[in-house]
């Protein structure tokens, strides 16, 4: 029995979170991500503004930064962030 609560477990975790990448995705105004992007872009480049610097969350910048470096776009980084923080 516990094998199966286990799998039943694992099971709804996995659905609950492709319920919450796709409510996430219909979400139309998502500029609350888009400055991290900009910013770590704009770090990548050598060029960042650094009075706005106090603006942002530093670990969170560099790992969107770091996504970006290997190639990750809005939905990758919106997706893999979701699936990481299900079951939190």
Same mark, same amino acid.
């Given at each position: 029995?516990?094998?199966? %609560?286990?799998?039943?477990? %694992?099971?709804? !975790?996995?659905?609950?979170?492709?319920?919450?990448?796709?409510?996430?995705?219909?979400?139309a105004d998502r500029s609350f991500f888009i400055?991290?992007?900009?910013?770590?872009?704009?770090?990548?480049?050598?060029q960042i503004v650094r009075d706005r610097i106090p603006d !942002?969350?530093? %670990?969170?910048?560099?790992?969107v930064a770091l996504l970006r470096a290997i190639g990750l776009g809005v939905h990758g980084i919106r997706t893999l962030q979701i699936i990481l923080l299900s079951g939190v």
């Open positions: 029995m516990e094998r199966r %609560g286990w799998i039943a477990f %694992g099971v709804a !975790l996995i659905a609950i979170t492709i319920v919450r990448v796709l409510a996430v995705d219909s979400i400055k991290y992007l900009e910013f770590a872009d704009a770090l990548r480049a050598g !942002l969350s530093p %670990g969170y910048l560099w790992t």
